[in-house]
């Protein structure tokens, strides 16, 4: 199995100002990123600021997205990118080898109907409810057969902020809520969300996490909240590489843009973005140099990973 972390906003920056990796507490991390990562390219050859939309629609395609839109756009795809998503994205790949695949990030809300509607879709919402009909709920979330956002479940524990946050993006979001389920959560540890996130990898061919804290943080440019995001996410990713089994199994990490790793400025960072892989196939990837190039080599080299005839 193959299991995919994608981290928004977090890039590589070896100054030690205004830079929460260099923090005495977060040495693991530091090590897996200057050092056991593949810096690689964000701008893909494009003027401006590196941003979302652009940047998780290239690593999800093996496209440079950015390039064929002429600019990097912000935040969620528009129409083109939700095109080009719909067609080519890793779920939708792998669908046509018939492999499974699964976004295993719990949704407050996994009503299709109001997802569809809502102008808030990420590329990776996108992605999964265009090729797999489906996202993980609040129930899975109490099963633990889904890990939240925020890896913890805090936020939704916690959740005064974020009321008020999502009743402001998603006006109609109380008709859909299941309080009993939402009520019944608990907070539970990041090597508990880490195990969580194993037995849910265990059932499919490929599983993708998305931990979008470290992005905000970044915007935010608070140095303790920045390190307790990177520390959470620290403890998960310790957790999946004691726990999984490297001759059978891939780890995959990789970032859209830098934004966390420089504090200093509020906006995404021009930085590289760290490209970390552990498995039998991570020899293949030595070349990459732009964020589109991993799952464009990992598609042109798909038999290797799943036994495929060719
Ligand atoms: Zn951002």
Redesign the pocket.
């Known amino acids: 199995m193959v299991l995919f972390i994608f981290v928004?906003?977090l890039g590589i920056n070896y100054r030690k100002e205004n830079n929460p990796l260099f923090d005495e507490k977060l040495k693991f991390l530091n090590k897996v990123i200057f050092e056991d990562s593949v810096p690689l390219n964000a701008k893909m050859g494009v003027e401006g600021i590196p941003?979302?939309a652009t940047g998780q629609a290239s690593i999800f395609t093996g496209k440079n997205c950015a390039k064929i839109l002429g600019y990097h756009k912000?935040g969620f795809p528009n129409e083109r990118l939700k095109k080009i998503l719909k067609k080519e994205s890793i779920f939708q790949f792998l669908k046509g080898k018939n492999l499974k695949s699964t976004f295993a990030n719990g949704f407050i809300v996994d009503d299709k109907e109001f997802l569809d509607n809502s102008r808030f879709v990420s590329a990776t919402t996108y992605m999964t409810l265009s090729s797999l009909g489906i996202v993980r709920g609040l129930s899975k979330l109490n099963e633990n057969k889904a890990v939240y956002q925020d890896i913890t479940n805090e936020t939704l524990i916690t959740r005064d902020k974020m009321e008020k946050r999502y009743e402001k993006l998603f006006p109609r979001i109380k008709d859909y809520l299941d309080f009993n389920q939402l009520n019944s959560l608990k907070k539970i540890s990041p090597q508990k969300a880490a195990r969580n996130l194993l037995n849910i990898a265990d059932e499919y061919d490929f599983t993708l996490f998305e931990y979008f804290l470290t992005?905000k943080a970044?915007?935010l440019g608070d140095y303790s909240r920045a390190n307790k995001v990177l520390l959470k996410f620290q403890e998960l990713f310790y957790t999946l590489l004691e726990e999984m089994d490297f001759n059978s199994d891939s780890l995959i990490m990789i970032s859209d843009?830098g934004?966390i790793e420089d504090l200093s400025i509020s906006k995404?960072t021009f930085n590289r973005v760290p490209f970390y892989i552990k498995g039998k196939n991570q020899k293949m990837f030595s070349k990459a140099e732009y964020i589109y190039d991993i799952i464009k080599i990992f598609k042109a080299n798909i038999h290797k990973f799943y036994n495929l005839q060719l």
């Open positions: 928004d906003g941003q979302s912000e992005d970044g915007h843009h934004n995404h």
